[in-house]
């Protein structure tokens, strides 16, 4: 039964109601919501009155995180649906009735926009579910609603500020409010940080899943690209956009991607999902002994001197339980940058045409019009432009020579910088430091400066990456990645929950509003008579 009656439906809101301000959410794991519901100490009606109860308290007042751009209108009647049939027929699995937040560049066929932050496609409620969505709810998940993103998953203009976007505004870290939530997963990455939800679905291209998951102190996880589905996601690039999962913790992460990963008739890429699928989330075995982890290490003075510590602290605790740190001090990175950019130019003209063209109504149906769109809408353009669009906009199609040459070039020269790891120093996994700590938002630079970027070579191969909380500098999250060869993506989660077992090192944020406003910071600001 998947919709109760009105009567039916608003006694279990009355109860949920009553018990919500009971029952704590915050930092509660998967395992522990599913046990307090086959308990009966909790029911997933409840559960979603308590989310959106803190969604209220710490996104759209208190902190004002501006993580969620929408609650799903839904949530209630499914949840309570789910309660229903818990009773009669048992739980689906791990994720029956759990809350679960998605991507504001993922469809859900509930009446919700799905924007890409965009005003331009304020009006897109297409009534579909994107496959991965329809994992989720096949698995018992609830939808609660929509996160906020940086607008277009940050393809729009090369000084954009991540986090931000038209329609859902500046999202902002939980851990000190005026650094950024990273793009372009930000909101995915602040709410799951706030406990606003169990976990969230994040994107990313280039760092747009692991880069918020850093910088937000939580684990996330890019997968494999063709593990997961991109059908009715917004896209940018056919060869290297991938869905995954970001959680509090490895297990939640693995849950998810359970439910999330597997092969979609209409999405190529994901033809061998199926066979490389396992259970993500079979952990209680994983370990660190014997592994064999490359580590590269940036140049000095890339990193902040907390960060480096904390990377120290992190390598000694992959010793102590019997990894082989491999230092690699050699690699050099191939010159692909020109490449990726005429790649993704070229793939997010075909593949946005090629979707807004599948949108069942708005008046933006085209790349062209979207940017004739902007350029007649104030605030889309009041912080920055869109110089990427309009570049994209003059690119050929998918035959030009030029887009041929560069796609294979990218796909060769990443693939082989990584496989040559892997083979020539018999690794497990390579390791490094996934950003340094969040920089300051900052409405005039663009965003990125400063930070050591892990991200771009696994995204170019398509491979898996997982970052997991390392540390903290100056109460700033820092995390550690663990970079695996194609279809590693099993291996990559044992060894991060392993490592996130032996450390524990992740702690709730405190929504500090500066860390410059701290009482050492301030006293040493000012003059010493």
Not at 435 to 443: E, I, K, N, V, Y
Request: hydrophobic content about 45%; charged content about 15%.
């Amino acid at each position: 039964m998947r919709v109760l009656s009105i009567a039916v439906l608003g006694l279990v809101l009355g109860n949920a109601a009553a018990h919500a301000a009971r029952y704590q959410v915050a930092e509660k794991d998967i395992a522990t919501l599913q046990a307090d519901m086959a308990a009966g100490r909790v029911s997933s009606a409840e559960l979603v009155r308590a989310y959106i109860a803190r969604i209220d308290a710490l996104d759209s007042a208190g902190p004002r995180l501006g993580a969620v751009i929408a609650i799903n209108p839904n949530a209630f009647a499914d949840a309570a649906a789910l309660d229903a049939e818990r009773k009669t027929r048992g739980a689906r699995g791990p994720l029956h009735g759990i809350p679960i937040l998605v991507k504001d560049n993922i469809e859900t066929a509930d009446p919700m926009p799905t924007t890409a932050g965009s005003l331009a496609l304020a009006g897109n409620v297409t009534h579909r579910d994107a496959p991965l969505v329809a994992r989720l709810r096949a698995a018992g998940a609830v939808i609660l609603g929509k996160t906020n993103l940086s607008e277009w998953a940050n393809f729009r203009s090369s000084n954009s500020i991540w986090g931000w976007s038209g329609v859902g505004g500046l999202v902002k870290n939980p851990y000190v409010l005026n650094r950024n939530a990273c793009g372009s997963s930000s909101g995915s990455g602040a709410a799951v940080a706030a406990s606003l939800a169990a976990a969230a679905i994040g994107t990313e291209t280039n760092g747009s899943l692991v880069c918020p998951g850093s910088f937000n102190g939580i684990v996330s996880f890019k997968p494999t690209v063709g593990l997961v589905s991109r059908t009715h996601v917004v896209p940018i690039s056919h060869s290297q956009d991938t869905a995954g999962p970001m959680a509090r913790s490895v297990a939640d992460a693995a849950l998810v991607l359970n439910a999330i990963a597997g092969s979609d008739a209409a999405d190529a890429v994901t033809k061998y999902a199926d066979a490389k699928k396992s259970d993500f989330a079979a952990l209680s075995g994983a370990s660190l002994r014997g592994k064999r982890l490359g580590v590269l290490l940036p140049s000095p003075g890339a990193l902040p001197a907390q960060t480096e510590t904390r990377l120290g602290e992190a390598l000694a605790a992959l010793t102590a339980q019997g990894a082989q740190i491999v230092t690699i001090k050699d690699f050099v990175a191939p010159p692909v940058s020109d490449d990726e950019h005429l790649v993704l130019q070229y793939e997010f003209k075909s593949d946005l045409n090629a979707y807004l063209a599948s949108t069942p109504t708005g008046t933006v149906r085209s790349l062209s019009d979207l940017i004739a769109f902007n350029a007649a809408s104030p605030r889309e353009t009041a912080l920055f432009g869109q110089n990427i669009l309009i570049e994209s906009q003059a690119r050929g199609d998918l035959n030009d020579p030029i887009y041929v040459h560069a796609r294979d070039e990218l796909k060769s020269l990443t693939t082989a910088a990584l496989d040559g790891l892997f083979t020539r120093y018999h690794l497990d996994a390579v390791i490094r430091p996934t950003q340094g700590p969040a920089f300051l938002t900052d409405s005039i630079r663009s965003a990125g400066y400063g930070s050591p970027d892990s991200a771009s070579l696994p995204s170019e191969a398509g491979y898996p990456h997982l970052t997991v909380p390392m540390g903290y500098d100056h109460g700033l999250p820092v995390g550690l990645s663990f970079i695996g060869p194609a279809w590693s993506d099993a291996a990559m989660l044992a060894l991060g929950h392993a490592f996130e077992q032996a450390t524990h090192a992740r702690k709730a944020p405190n929504y500090l509003p500066s860390l410059e406003a701290a009482a050492a910071a301030d006293g040493a600001f000012a003059p010493a008579h």
